[in-house]
């Protein structure tokens, strides 16, 4: 009967020292002496040293076979303190599935530009540091399923082609569409809204498409969008979803993703520190903070990415600015009732990223919400459709658009929210 193969990490957690096992995967690196090969072999887990000696009947083999060709090992597991990972693998049958043409990437990040890596993006994918940030990317991800699932939210899948904006026309991608105008989507949020007359709390996890011209740390303009979306609540239950929902990603995720971690260089105290409730300022209290620190800005403009960085160090952890003035916000933000010149909207801020999510009370009276429209110069009849579900049932609701790869750029340290996606699109770069 052949051998069951086993992941290269479970030989690295102890479990098969002196054992005779066998492993599949890439060779990732080579190295060679007079009477030893080494042979560093890379699986989905982890990787592992394997020696082959001069008088082993597979050294040819192993002279043979380059960097990247995919093999299979068997061997007897050693405990070895000199090797990565404290075990090496002595092997005693060596096959190769398919040799490898000499690979285009010999060192790695740090040696190799990083314009060389992003052009071979798809080699590069094979980094052991990028497996690592995929690793937890899908780690992110099934907490934040597993949060809203707890939490009674029903998840949805909204469409990607769309007749008019949601978050204003600058940052539209257009396309034809048998001969019409369409977008591709910024926002489930619209639709959302639409389907909370059904299930009530709704959410979704699926991409955006931003025609952002910034070339900033933080701009995609393809990112995975996290949309919730919930009837019969306000601005407080908004704020504590929000703050919940983020707290429990980075608990979990350290829990399980120490080792990736660890391994990436990312400050894991920072994210167990992470607990509610998250502080809450208003904007105006966010403006006279900048002042204080001699930024220019003045009551009623946007806060620039340097605005929110200097706010957020001030933190050091996740915040909140809330209460912001209404004409810098959506068409659809509800207004304070007892100050309409600020809208229930709220941004939740990290040290170094800045924004990481918007969300807000949604305007659920028609008439407002008629008003708004026209205040923004947007024609009524685009958003017929969305009128309706004032019209019939309307709810006071509430809703947020969390980005995936901020996220992740700000809990792993990421230089560049690049790195937090496996093929970005950015202005420059949509190849591979
Ligand atoms: P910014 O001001 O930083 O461009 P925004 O206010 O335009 O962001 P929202 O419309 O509020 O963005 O989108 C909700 C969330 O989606 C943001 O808080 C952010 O986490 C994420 N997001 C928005 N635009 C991008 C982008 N171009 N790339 C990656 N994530 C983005
Ligand atoms: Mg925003």
Not at 242 to 247: G, K, Q, T, Y
Not at 368 to 381: C, D, I, P, V, Y
């Amino acid at each position: 009967m052949p051998m069951p193969i086993i992941a290269i990490q479970e030989i690295l957690d102890g479990k098969s020292k002196g054992e005779s096992v066998t492993i599949r995967g890439w060779i990732h690196r080579k190295r060679e002496s007079k009477q030893t090969i080494f042979l560093i072999v890379r699986d989905a887990s982890s990787v592992i040293q394997c020696t082959v000696k001069r008088d082993n009947p597979f050294w040819t083999q192993a002279k043979k076979v380059t960097k990247e060709s995919p093999v299979m090992i068997k061997g007897t597991v050693k405990q070895d303190k000199r090797a990565t990972g404290g075990y090496e693998i002595a092997v005693e049958r060596l096959s190769i599935i398919g040799l490898a043409e000499t690979f285009p990437i010999t060192k790695g990040k740090g040696e190799e530009t990083e314009k060389f890596l992003r052009d071979n993006r798809h080699l590069w994918l094979r980094s052991r540091r990028m497996n690592w940030i995929m690793r937890v990317r899908s780690e992110v991800l099934r907490f934040i399923h597993e949060f809203f699932r707890k939490e009674g939210f029903i998840e949805v899948s909204p469409p990607m082609f769309i007749s008019s904006a949601c978050e204003g026309g600058a940052t539209l991608f257009g396309l034809k569409y048998f001969g019409k105008d369409l977008y591709l989507t910024q926002s489930a949020q619209l639709y959302l809204e639409a389907l909370i007359y059904s299930l009530e709390k709704v959410y979704c996890v699926a991409p955006s498409f931003r025609a952002e011209k910034s070339r900033t740390i933080r701009h995609l303009t393809e990112y995975w969008h996290v949309e919730p979306e919930w009837a019969f609540a306000g601005m407080d239950d908004l704020m504590r979803v929000e703050e919940d929902l983020v707290s429990y990603v980075c608990q979990k995720t350290v829990e399980n993703c120490r080792r990736e971690m660890k391994s990436l260089g990312a400050d894991t105290s920072k994210l167990i520190a992470v607990k509610t409730p998250f502080p809450r300022i208003k904007y105006t209290e966010a403006i006279e903070r900048l002042n204080a620190k001699d930024f220019k800005i003045r009551w009623g403009e946007d806060l620039g990415f340097d605005e929110e960085k200097a706010l957020a160090e001030e933190f050091d952890k996740p915040f909140f600015i809330y209460a912001y003035p209404r004409q810098i916000k959506a068409f659809y933000c509800k207004t304070y009732r007892d100050n309409p010149d600020l809208a229930m909207s709220t941004d939740m801020l990290v040290p170094r990223i800045g924004e990481i999510s918007t969300g807000g009370v949604r305007e659920d009276d028609k008439e407002e919400l008629l008003k708004r429209l026209k205040e923004f110069g947007l024609r009524e009849e685009d958003y017929d459709w969305y009128i309706d579900l004032r019209r019939y049932g309307t709810v006071p609701h509430v809703g947020f658009g969390l980005g995936v790869e901020r996220l992740l750029t700000w809990m792993l340290d990421l230089e560049n929210i690049i790195d937090a996606i496996p093929f970005p699109r950015t202005i420059r770069r949509f190849y591979p």
